[in-house]
């Protein structure tokens, strides 16, 4: 009985002890804790150096909005799943950045919040900064869910980004290469003098040459296509029976059959760039805009030319999307700190560029650069490659490899190009889940070895094409087709 | 009479109950262990039924039905899934016990300690070795470009090199091979350790009357390690609907022109969750393995009493 009473009245005093504690530490905490994520491609900065940045961006905000940000940096290969991961469960996120391919199983198991209300209310800054129409990109299912960023919505096509070294040893001008039968020379032309090098291989790992090889836009997903970069009207037909599939694969199995594309492409795990770093590709297949050339140089420290043989497209691929998901626990917080990165050139330069003076440094042409003795491989904090992504690239520095107008070249480059006529469209795959599941199978057995010009497409092509129908391809079109007939009434498309 | 009787009866269970208690006691951990980690999710199976929502939480997302289970059947490819799942590890069963069972054998029939145990850690290795390490391994031996296949045996044959990871025919053999390249050492350790507690008597009676080493194998150490194989191989057969992971991810590098002869239930799954991120399709893909697994332990357990009855579990 005595003992009891003993742990009893212990109990009681470590609960009222601890009770104690805890009141002064939630009063420390009245701030917001926002967490946010989002990739880089090149090394992900170190706990310490993160934290640095967490602190000047809390510093930067404090007196606008009250909150504290810690930021959550992955490896761009394993961000999507890892934020599949973390939207399936209940961990805190407040601010997600979202790549394309994530959002729509993200939408469809309601694991993103509506930001109608939010943005109304705390989002002026983005209306402006990406007005109506790049803002229309970020609604889903009627809902906006994401908000898209503003940078390059023009895609150059068919861009091949090449060794300069090599195109002056066989006299070859990039400049003059404008269609696929001259770049097709050129490479005979390496191919022959240089018989060890891989002369051409897709941009990233895992990915054929099609993802920037497109003639039609793609919508989304390639089940259900407009054809001719969307020019003709908005009927929506199979890409997989169109001649503009089939003469792309033409081209690629010619390229194979010549010893173009090595026979491991299928199986490569590094990127175009680190290829051509380790010297043994000449050319990689890429998207063109102003000051790609300069930041593929900057990755592999090589000189670079480039030619374009595809004409340059708009269509609605924004690739990266801003959301809050429904883990947020902050969300007016995030809300308000998502308007500051839209806007605020201070917050968008510290989160991609890190601290002044130790990260990089302001040239006298307003450009920027690294302090003495930093560079690529020992800077402290930079996510400078994936810096389209923050919202609004043109409020942030110009890097020095960058021409300094820049941002200029890109907002006219913005303007060329074909504009598919479906440019705003987003397509919800919820309703056809199960047969885009089958179909995306299909299209995974053949997707690589087939568009890299292993297999010959007269015999693997409608083999392809059969078994997707079989999975249920025409009914992913129709469905298209219809969400597309419905937009294009409320938009007044044609 | 009957009164007796129970007293009798009644210390006896207590002396039971206090000679085992300490044993209970030691599997208590695991027990617990077991509840939390086995029993408890269970109730989350519900998820199979529903269509998941963040928003809403396991218990407020909507009933689904059956719907998540009509994308496993809704094509061809459950049909190839199942089949290679489930010739995949019969062939593993068969071929898997009885390698690590003469293995076994012959580890046992080494009588120098330090050789014995020198190949029990060398066949053993493999099995420590992550997968993904053993896909490029193998990809040393398969690469199109680079490999040894193509560029030395191919080569020196006369033969054109092959694109591997394109070609799904010879894929099963390539498996089957790395399967038991890496999963031998470890099953043949249990089999070894009931070989080496069989008495030594048997062998001594055996050598007097003249057997031959063939015979001492096939009618002494066999028999006697019947019931050990027949529980690995109830145990295998309750894990035939699953599949190793990385062996049949990492492996094949995850290509997709290998799918026909490579694709698994489990990788399927996995392709569907990261894709689509639906946690009720998975959820059901889950559950479907499960049940069946357990229907066929049943009918092999089944099947074993019918056969042998000691050596069946219940």
Known sequence: MKLKKAVALSLAAIMTMSLGSAIPASADEEKAHLIMSFRTSGAVPSEENIKKVEQKLDELIADRINAEIELIIL????????????????????IMGAPASLIPSAV??????????????????????????????????????????????TLGLGYYIMRKDICEKYDIDPDAITNYEELTEAFQKVHDGEPEMTVVAPGSAGYSFMQFSCTWDKLGNYFGVLDHWGQDDLTVVDLFETQSYRDYLDVMRDWYKRGFISADVTNATDSGSVQIKAGNLFAMANSNKPGMLAQEQMNTGIELVGAQVLPSISWTANNWQWCIPENAEHPEEAMQFLNLLYTDPDVINTIVYGLEGEDYVIHEDGRIGYPEGVDASNVGYS????????????????????????????????????????FGFVFDPSPVQNEIAAVQNVYDQYRMSLECGLVD?????????????????????????????????????? | MSAKETAAVQPRKKVHLKKYLPIYLIALPGLIYLFINNYIPMAGLVVAFKNFSAKRGIWGSKWAGFKNFKYLFSTSDAFVITRNTLLYNVMFIVIGTT???????????????????????IILLPFLVSWVIISYLVFGFFSAETGFVNNTIRQGMGLAPLSWYNEPKYWPLIILAVYLWHQVGYTSIV?????????????EAA???????????????????????ITMVLLAVGKIFYSDFGLFYQVPMNSGALFRTTGVIDTYVYKGLMEQGNIGMSAAAGLYQSCVGFVVVLLANLAVRKIDKDSAFF
């Not at chain 2, 089999?191 to 062998?203: E, K, L, R, T």
């Open chain 2, 191 to 203: 089999y070894y350790a009931s070989v080496v507690g069989i008495d030594n008597g048997y062998y």
């Open chain 2, 99 to 121: 390698l690590a069972v003469m293995v076994a054998i012959f580890l046992a029939d080494i009588k120098s300690r330090i050789r014995s145990q020198f190949f029990q850690s």
């Open chain 1, 383 to 422: 996510v400078a490659s994936m810096l389209w992504s923050f919202g609004n690239e043109f409020n942030a520095y110009v890097w020095e490899t960058n021409e300094p107008d820049v941002w200029e070249q890109t907002i006219a480059w913005n303007e060329t190009g074909y504009r598919s006529k479906a």
């Open chain 2, 207 to 229: 050598d007097l009357e003249g057997a031959t080493h063939w015979q001492k194998i096939w009618h002494i150490t066999l028999p006697l390690i019947r019931p050990t194989i």
């Open chain 1, 457 to 494: 497409p007269e015999t693997t092509l409608p083999e392809m094409v059969e078994k997707m129908k079989a999975a249920g391809l025409d009914t992913i079109i129709e469905e298209k087709q219809a969400q597309l007939d419905a937009w294009a009434e409320v938009t007044g498309a044609a």
């Open chain 1, 108 to 153: 469809s198991g309601e694991q993103l919040r509506d930001l109608g209300d939010l943005l109304d209310e705390y989002g002026q800054g983005i209306r402006e900064a990406l007005g109506e129409e790049l803002l229309n990109c970020g609604i889903f299912d009627g809902t906006q869910y994401c908000l898209p960023v503003n940078c390059d919505t």
């Open chain 1, 75 to 94: 490896q761009s290969s394993s961000y999507k799943d890892q934020m599949t991961l973390m939207l399936s469960g209940y961990e805190q996120l407040d």
